[in-house]
Every structure is written in C-alpha cells, then in structure tokens.
C-alpha cells in the first residue's frame, strides 16, 4: 500500500484521496474518530491523539 503527501490535509493512500484524519489497521484504511479526544482540544490547540481513542 502506497502513501504519499499531496499537501496540508491531503493524503493519497492506495490511490484514493483523503481530506480527513485517517487510521491504517492492517491494510484497511479508515477514519479516525477524533470525538474521544476532543476534550483535550482546548489544552493543546488541535485535537491530539489520546489513550481515550481507539487507536491501534
């Protein structure tokens, strides 16, 4: 599986294009849902990644 950087907020993964946060677990691309983190937004200025995701 390829990936490449388009550019800020762009990514191409096995020739598709993504805009949004993405996951690659075991060869399957999906998005990442960022909700369980949101509550650290505010502290660090972007939402991070946290232990409270579902992040492999």
Do not use: C, N, W
Request: glycine share 10%.
């Amino acid at each position: 599986m390829d990936a490449r950087l388009i550019s800020f907020g762009l990514i191409e993964i096995g020739g598709h294009r993504f805009e949004h946060d993405v996951v690659v677990e075991g060869g399957v691309v999906r998005r990442r849902k960022k909700a369980a983190s949101k509550a650290y937004r505010d502290q660090y200025g972007h939402t991070p990644l946290s232990p409270d995701e579902a992040i492999p």
